[in-house]
């Protein structure tokens, strides 16, 4: 990550989102991630109930980051993920703020499922976001009751994991969520092509053409995969639509030689793609052309994938892969931190996380505690690690320092 100019308040105290200052733990010689990168380094204090003051040297403090996208498979699919399993292991990869998807079995399309999955949650380490369905059970026919969902708690709405609306439909739907001041979020695939990237492109031209001329609609691409559909949103965005995008770790860092040499293990939806098509990626996030980084976090279990099932677990390699890709620390910040926020209108409370960039591991999927073992980077050797997570001014996940 790259250098920019201090982050630190006045007062030497992180984070202006406090609630409620409980008991400071002072960090010294850390340097803090923020808009305009990483510090150089200085003594701060943080809220955190449970921390004792240390020396962070070679560490890196960074608020908390948010993922706009993942699959908490709960209620449904307990063999794969819970609500707790999910928080925790998000926790233990930096994330204190989680967006779930609603394509849970029942599907999250109703005030009375999401107010259950809300009141779930409030036991949880970290913050989670729950996403209503923008059509009844996804099937992309009959429109949710957007302002229903949204007085009960959703963030967003989306149909994340289908794409079966017609353009006509999409359109009504983003008039709906407009209304409700609510942004719908899109699996961009069209259905009837495939997997290829011109099922990518023809969603991504259709979803375009639906948001033009709708006052107050919001619109968000998810794992962007192809340089088409980049090409696509960086016209839109020059256009004035508001349009927003986002890619995932493992499209910025893998490519479809990878997805070969794991069988059924590298299958993703949409798939890893051309090395050509992973550039594009990395250098639209760069631009910001794609605004967030989001894992798609999709856990399953070992016959699944082993019967073809698509998806990679997501929240516990993040952080490594994704200062892997050395970005500057201002591109880190606003894809893992700010922008995700603003998107769907969150703010941070008492959120932050302490980064190791220096440490070296390699990645054993037996030791995640997400139920899902399922990734592609099994074996690999990454460099940055999450050491401690505080969400709410609570410690609520630590590891031993490496440096201190």
Known sequence: MGRGPSDRDRRGRFGSHSRAVGRLMRLHHVRVLGPGGLSMPQTVEVNAEGARDRDATGLVLSPGWMDLHAHLRDPGFPQKETLLSGATSAAVGGFTHVLAMANTDPVTDSPDRLQSLVARSEALPIRIGFVGAVTVGLEGQDLTDADALKAAGAVALSDDGRHAMTAIVLRHGLEAAAEAGLPVLIHAQAEDLGHGPDAEVAAVKDALDALRNLSGARLHIQHMSTRRAVELIRNAKAEG???????????LALTDQDAWAMGPHGNVNPPLRSPDDRDALRH???????DVIATDHAPHERSAKEAGAYGFHGFETAVGVILGLGLDGRVVYRACVSRPREIVGQSLEDEWILIDPHEEWTVEASSFRSRG??????GRRLRGRVIMTVCRGQVVTERVLQHA
């Open 284 to 290: 639209a996030l760069v631009d910001g052309v794609i």
């Open 241 to 251: 639509l508001p349009v927003t995008a986002e890619a995932t770790p493992h499209h």
């Open 373 to 378: 073992k399922n990734t592609p980077f099994q």
